[in-house]
């Protein structure tokens, strides 16, 4: 099973909510399960540079399907796998990206969210995923 585009407009939707909410222009992409784009949505004012890293963020969520955060605690010096962030064509092992499931518990996709502080930019993606859980 994928993301259907339904499900990526409902995510991009109440992230976009959320960062309103937040006073926070942000850059929202969703992947499918394969990593491949399913839908990207840029807020006026949000950095351009953002884009990459947000659908880093959603590909490295995707990849290990977990939180992008996650990753960390395996490429960090002195942890089991440094060095794992230059893998996979490069991951962002840190916040803001959330993988998407489906109520069998199985990868369906995931959301990447840049352009705020690390903090806001999890706790939008945590918003835009909630929605898949509806």
């Known amino acids: 099973m994928q993301v259907t585009i339904e499900q990526a407009q409902a995510v991009i939707a109440r992230a976009e909510s959320r960062a309103r909410e ?20 840029r807020m006026d004012h ?31 010096p002195g942890a089991p796998a440094p060095g794992l962030e ?8 840190f916040a803001g990206g959330i993988s998407l499931k489906a109520p069998d518990g199985s990868l369906i996709g995931a959301v990447g969210v840049s352009g705020g502080a690390v903090s806001q930019d999890r706790e939008i993606a945590q918003a835009g995923a909630a929605a898949v859980l509806l």
């Open 22 to 41: 937040l006073g926070v222009p942000v850059i929202i992409s969703v992947l499918d399960a394969g990593c491949h784009l399913k839908a990207l949505y």
């Open 86 to 93: 230059h893998s996979n064509g490069g991951l962002m092992p």
């Open 46 to 76: 949000a950095p351009i540079g953002s884009i990459d890293i947000a659908i880093g963020k959603a590909r490295t969520a995707a990849l290990f399907s977990c939180n992008s955060e996650d990753v960390w605690e395996y490429c960090k």
